[in-house]
């Protein structure tokens, strides 16, 4: 995965061993980050702007989540299982998720990450491994 050790050190540093624990926590360790106070404290609105992506929402990041998982060729099942959504349509219900999903997208959403890093990052008429998709 393309960012296993960057998380293999979060978890490291920052999460308690409990297997309740949280993975971000608030200034008093183990705690919530709680709304009202998270973006004074993380100085979010500096911190998108010097990365040059002002107007950025921490929400946005779930939304560009899943839009890549999607791009990486996830069924519209796993990734509701992935979004915690259990409102399914009539089209939907033969659909399922498989065991092996979150292996799958990760996979696949690495090799995206890496093309990204080589400056190689399929177009929207490509698939992960740039080859055409079928249109129809």
């Not at 709680?34 to 979010?44: A, E, H, L």
């Not at 696949?108 to 190689?120: E, F, Q």
Request: no cysteine.
């Amino acid at each position: 995965m393309a960012v296993r050790r960057d998380l293999l050190r979060h978890l490291e540093t920052w999460v308690k061993p409990e297997q309740d624990a949280l993975l971000f926590t608030g200034e008093r360790a183990g705690h919530a980050v709680r709304r009202p106070n998270f973006s004074q404290r993380t100085r979010w609105t500096e911190v998108v702007e010097k990365m040059g992506l002002k107007g950025l929402h921490f929400h946005d990041l779930r939304h560009a989540g899943n839009i890549w998982a999607s791009k990486a060729g996830t069924s519209t099942k796993d990734l509701m299982a992935r979004m915690g959504h259990d409102d399914m349509r009539a089209a939907l219900i033969y659909q399922r998720a498989t065991s092996d999903a979150d292996k799958q997208i990760a996979d696949r959403l690495s090799k995206l990450v890496d093309r990204h890093r080589k400056g190689t990052t399929p177009d929207d008429n490509e698939d992960q491994d740039g080859q055409p998709v079928p249109v129809g």
